[in-house]
């Protein structure tokens, strides 16, 4: 069975990204995380994408990565382009662009039958309203919460009005960077 691993950038005071609609564009990742983008950053981004063979993204999450990378070239852009990404979305009818499927009707069965396939890792970036369905049907195998040193002071918190029981998770690996970020690998008790 292929598992499903979370991946979210997150600062010291628990910020994930800005508030919709926008109220405070600083709270976005790419400003506050930047600053600390460097090689081990890349390294450890790299591993995760090359361990999977598809992303499975929200709405918000794939269209922003699709004008970011669609336009991109060389062997990481290449990778990320032609990978099948699944698309959960309640206001989207279909999706034609950037190797996209939409994901129709249960999204949590959807996401179960996806798992069943034969394959590599299943890659989640971004943390939103998505994951309330998917830790609610525990079908969350790793969460790879990088924690960026930084306090923002404003915008959407990690796993804000998620409205799910408390889910308790084991502590698997810590990867630290230079930088100062530190990477939390969860897993499921």
């Known amino acids: 069975m292929r598992k499903l691993i979370e991946s979210t950038f997150v600062s010291l005071d628990g910020v994930i990204d800005d508030t919709r609609p926008s109220t405070v564009s600083r709270a976005e990742p790419q400003h506050w995380g930047h600053p600390y983008w460097d090689a081990d950053h890349a390294r450890y981004a790299e591993q995760l994408v090359n361990s999977a063979d598809a992303l499975l993204l929200g709405r ?74 998917l830790v609610e049907h525990g079908l969350i195998d790793e969460f790879h919460f990088w924690y960026f040193p930084v306090i923002v002071g404003a915008g959407r918190h990690l796993f804000e009005g998620a409205g799910f029981d408390t889910t308790h998770l084991k502590l698997a ?10 990477v939390h690998v969860y897993v499921p008790r």
């Open 173 to 182: 690996d810590v990867d630290r960077f230079d930088s100062g970020i530190v």
């Open 60 to 133: 918000v999450t794939f269209e922003a990565f699709a004008q970011a990378w669609s336009g991109r070239e060389g062997p990481d852009a290449e990778r990320m382009n032609a990978m099948p990404k699944y698309v959960a979305s309640r206001t989207r009818t279909e999706i034609a662009e950037w190797n996209g499927t939409l994901l129709t009707g249960d999204v949590a069965e959807q996401v179960a039958k996806l798992k069943e396939q034969p394959g590599g890792n299943i890659l989640k970036w971004g943390t939103g309203e998505l994951d309330r369905t």
